[in-house]
């Protein structure tokens, strides 16, 4: 059905938060993009997104066929919030093959917590 693609972690200070995760915890750094103020780390495949404007806990979940899983909770009356929509072109291959692009639906699930169907479409 899906699986775990990444899981988004609301911080106050970026730069102390990085330094933690990767200093104290040892977690794989992949990137920081600052602006907008984006740090990644790997966590054996699934991504950690630490970010100072993310809500807390946001899901992302891998799934193949964006576009007609949208249009399947669409149809079964869930509300989406955005997408599907490009979100990211990797151009130099930070996340996986260079040029891929990533794709994202956001909705809101049953207790009204935003969750997101991410799909990775070659380039």
């Known amino acids: 059905m899906a699986r775990l693609h990444q899981v988004a972690r609301h911080v106050e200070d970026l730069d102390r938060a990085v330094a933690f995760y ?3 915890l040892g977690l794989s750094f ?3 993009f600052d602006p907008p103020g984006l740090a990644f780390f790997d966590l054996d495949g699934t991504r950690l997104l630490l970010e100072v404007s993310a809500p807390p806990g946001l899901l992302y979940l891998g799934v193949e066929d ?3 899983r949208s249009a399947e909770l669409s149809s079964r009356g869930v509300d ?3 997408g599907p ?6 151009e130099d ?5 260079a040029g891929s692009e990533e794709w994202m639906t956001f909705f809101n699930d049953s207790e009204g917590n935003l969750t997101a169907f991410v799909e990775r479409k070659p380039g």
């Open 80 to 82: 989406i919030v955005a």
């Open 66 to 68: 964006i576009e007609a």
């Open 22 to 24: 990767r200093d104290v």
């Open 30 to 32: 992949i990137a920081r």
């Open 85 to 90: 929509e490009l979100v990211h072109r990797d």
């Open 93 to 97: 291959g930070t996340f996986g093959p």
